[in-house]
């Protein structure tokens, strides 16, 4: 087996898209949907913006630096493509016991009535994310697909109920379709 001398791998970038990166490692990528930073550093790895990609380097390439040059890679992905479209994940509200009402509420969102429960339960949204909730739908959007992500699990989590059968006692919010 022989062994590369460099690991590299190249991220397109729109048109309306930047990429600027800092001497500690710090990549920002602004484009209309807002500015994203995020610390991705090593000492053996470059990131090197260029015209119409940014380009991901490790020398020499053995196999943590060349999965470590994949994850950067895929981070910054993550970065560009919500740079240019927000990420948006769905959840349903779903009560056959009682009628579950749910609101935002600044950074958090609070679920009423949940089980018959007299104190409201509370998720959090987290930073750059936006939620509505219309209905028995719950839209969960933002530039940030981890951000996003986390804020609807924090939703499904926070209805999440334990000593009853979920294929029987399913009252709940649940992630119907998640970011991609």
Known sequence: MSIKAV??????????VTVSVTEDGTVTVSGPQGDQSRRLQHP??????????????ASPARRKLAALVG???GHIE?????ASEPYTAELKIVSSHF????RVD?????????L????????????ETTVEVSGENVTVTGPNKEH???????????????GFDPRVFQDGIYITNKPR
Do not use: C, W
């Open 7 to 16: 690991e590299e791998r190249s991220v397109p970038l729109p048109e309306d």
């Open 44 to 57: 053996q790895i470059t990131i090197e913006p260029r015209e119409d990609e940014v380009v991901v380097t």
């Open 71 to 73: 994850t950067f890679t």
């Open 78 to 82: 993550n970065m560009v493509n919500g």
């Open 99 to 102: 009628p579950i009402k749910a």
């Open 106 to 114: 600044g950074d958090t969102v609070v679920i009423d009535n949940f």
């Open 116 to 127: 018959g429960e007299k104190a409201p339960r509370h998720a959090r949204i987290l930073p």
């Open 148 to 162: 996003v992500g986390q804020t609807a699990a924090n939703i499904e989590d926070a209805t999440y109920v334990r």
